[in-house]
C-alpha cells in the first residue's frame, strides 16, 4: 500500500515558480513511475510528469517541457514538481500518482497506469 500527501500548492502571478512535494509512505521501494497530474475546472485529468523510479528518467507532455522538473528523493520517499515560468493556463489542482505495476502499451503520462493517488494540491496562476 502506497499513501501520498502532496503540499507546496498557492498562488503566484504568471512568471512565477512553485515546488510540489509528494510524501509517499510505506513500500515505495515497490514503485514502478510516479507522476504528477493536473486537473482543471471542467476539464480532464492530464500527466504533465511523470518519473521511471528506477532510473530516474523523467516524461513530460510538450505542454510543460522545459518548465516543469520532477524529481525525487533518492530514498524515494518524496517526489517533486519544479513548476517555473507558470502561466494562467497552469492553474489547476495538482494530484501525485503511483504505480507498483508493470503494464505494455500505456504512456507514463497516461491516468490509467495509476493505482495510487493523493489528494490534490491547488495552484492558481493569476496574469
Known amino acids: 500500500q502506497v499513501q501520498l500527501v502532496e503540499s507546496g500548492g498557492g498562488s503566484v502571478q504568471a512568471g512565477g515558480s512553485l515546488r510540489l512535494s509528494c510524501v509517499a509512505s510505506m513500500d515505495t521501494y515497490s514503485t514502478v513511475y510516479m507522476a504528477w497530474f493536473r486537473q482543471a475546472p471542467g476539464k480532464k485529468r492530464e500527466g504533465v510528469a511523470a518519473?521511471?523510479?528506477?532510473?530516474?528518467?523523467?516524461y513530460y507532455p510538450d505542454s510543460v517541457r522545459g518548465r516543469f522538473f520532477i524529481s525525487q528523493d533518492n530514498d524515494k520517499s518524496t517526489l517533486y514538481l519544479h513548476m517555473i515560468s507558470l502561466q494562467p493556463g497552469d492553474t489547476a489542482t495538482y494530484y501525485c500518482?503511483?504505480?507498483?505495476?508493470?503494464?505494455?502499451?500505456?504512456?507514463?503520462?497516461?491516468?490509467?497506469?495509476?493505482?495510487?493517488w493523493g489528494q490534490g494540491t491547488q495552484v492558481t496562476v493569476s496574469s
Open positions: 500518482a503511483a504505480t507498483t505495476l508493470v503494464v505494455e502499451g500505456l504512456s507514463p503520462l497516461q491516468e490509467a497506469r495509476y493505482h495510487y
Open positions: 518519473i521511471y523510479t528506477g532510473n530516474g528518467v523523467p
